[in-house]
């Protein structure tokens, strides 16, 4: 197969925040539009991306908000609906409706709205390892990783190190290659994540925890075809909070990917990327024209 790599554009936002976004194939068919978790890039797909393009598929992924090299929103004032806007919007600026493939944030940010929207503007979705209930431990342990180093690092070996020791599971470290994208040097020479420390600081996570009727409500109107991905050694999907999702979403099928922890894609790549193009290839198309975004 042919190796592509990603053309970098952006898209604006209604409200005027430039959101950084990566394109694997100026055409292909289906698009897969990739979202990331919260505290991710979208430089968590693209192993992911540049496989499913040699595959033939057009794929996009984006920084949210406060994210990688998207704008920060001034004032520091986020809120859920903020990222549920963006995903939406830049699911219908693409040429046809696209395959959601939604991680974590990413993918309750799909769910409200495959739920709420009508017509939906996915075809399908592809759930990464989250459900509308959570375990609220798992979810901690994230927050309590991102809280940890308010002032930083004083190299990219040190936060090699602890990124390792966070991610036991993983047999390489991070070079300082991959970690150039998440960290940004500040005036004092130290090294300090990627993600706006506003976005910790204010409402947003308690915002997340009242969604959860929301999302729950939403999962029960979802009518595209839904696959969710789990991983079996997940501290944020259980069974018990599978089990709850298949009951209202009867028609999704859920694959537990042996061995994978939340961050699934990094942890199983390859029994990923399987799972997607075969639920893909169960899917039926029709030839749409493709746009430039």
């Given at each position: 197969m042919d190796s592509f790599a990603s053309t970098r554009t952006t898209y604006c936002a209604?409200?005027?925040?430039?959101?950084?976004?990566?394109v694997w194939r100026a055409s292909g068919q289906p698009t897969l539009l990739f979202a990331h978790g919260f505290g991710q890039t979208r430089g968590a797909w693209n192993t992911?991306?540049?496989t499913m393009a040699a595959q033939g598929y057009r794929c996009v992924s984006f920084d949210s908000r406060g994210h990688?090299?998207?704008?920060?929103?001034?004032?520091g004032d986020y809120h859920m609906q903020q990222f549920v806007d963006d995903l939406l919007e830049l699911a219908r600026a693409q040429p046809?409706?696209?395959?959601?493939?939604?991680?974590?944030?990413?993918?309750?940010?799909?769910?409200?709205i495959a739920g709420e929207t009508r017509p939906a503007p996915f075809r399908a979705m592809v759930l990464v390892d989250i459900t509308p209930r959570w375990e609220t431990a798992g979810v901690?342990?994230?927050?309590?990783?991102m809280q940890a180093h308010p002032d930083g690092f004083a190299?990219?070996?040190?936060?090699?190190?602890?990124?390792?020791?966070?991610?036991?599971q993983r047999r390489e470290r991070k070079s300082e290659q991959q970690l150039r994208p998440l960290?940004?040097?500040?005036?004092?020479?130290?090294?300090?994540?990627?993600w706006d420390p506003a976005l910790l600081a204010g409402d947003l996570i308690s915002e997340s925890e009242r969604y959860q009727p929301r999302l729950l409500a939403a999962a029960g109107q979802v009518d595209v075809p839904v696959l969710l991905l789990s991983g079996e050694r997940s501290d944020v999907v259980s069974h018990r909070t599978v089990d709850e999702f298949m009951a209202l979403v009867p028609h999704a099928r859920h694959v537990q990917v042996p061995g994978a922890s939340h961050m699934l894609a990094g942890?199983?790549?390859?029994?990923?990327?399987?799972?997607?193009?075969?639920?893909?290839?169960?899917l039926q198309f029709s030839d749409a024209p493709v746009g430039a975004i």
């Amino acid at each position: 197969m042919d190796s592509f790599a990603s053309t970098r554009t952006t898209y604006c936002a209604a409200d005027g925040v430039s959101l950084a976004v990566d394109v694997w194939r100026a055409s292909g068919q289906p698009t897969l539009l990739f979202a990331h978790g919260f505290g991710q890039t979208r430089g968590a797909w693209n192993t992911a991306a540049a496989t499913m393009a040699a595959q033939g598929y057009r794929c996009v992924s984006f920084d949210s908000r406060g994210h990688g090299e998207s704008d920060r929103v001034p004032g520091g004032d986020y809120h859920m609906q903020q990222f549920v806007d963006d995903l939406l919007e830049l699911a219908r600026a693409q040429p046809e409706p696209p395959i959601l493939v939604g991680a974590s944030m990413g993918g309750l940010l799909g769910l409200v709205i495959a739920g709420e929207t009508r017509p939906a503007p996915f075809r399908a979705m592809v759930l990464v390892d989250i459900t509308p209930r959570w375990e609220t431990a798992g979810v901690e342990r994230i927050l309590a990783f991102m809280q940890a180093h308010p002032d930083g690092f004083a190299s990219y070996a040190e936060a090699a190190e602890q990124i390792a020791a966070y991610l036991p599971q993983r047999r390489e470290r991070k070079s300082e290659q991959q970690l150039r994208p998440l960290l940004r040097e500040g005036a004092d020479g130290r090294l300090r994540w990627h993600w706006d420390p506003a976005l910790l600081a204010g409402d947003l996570i308690s915002e997340s925890e009242r969604y959860q009727p929301r999302l729950l409500a939403a999962a029960g109107q979802v009518d595209v075809p839904v696959l969710l991905l789990s991983g079996e050694r997940s501290d944020v999907v259980s069974h018990r909070t599978v089990d709850e999702f298949m009951a209202l979403v009867p028609h999704a099928r859920h694959v537990q990917v042996p061995g994978a922890s939340h961050m699934l894609a990094g942890d199983a790549n390859d029994a990923f990327t399987a799972q997607i193009a075969g639920f893909i290839g169960g899917l039926q198309f029709s030839d749409a024209p493709v746009g430039a975004i």
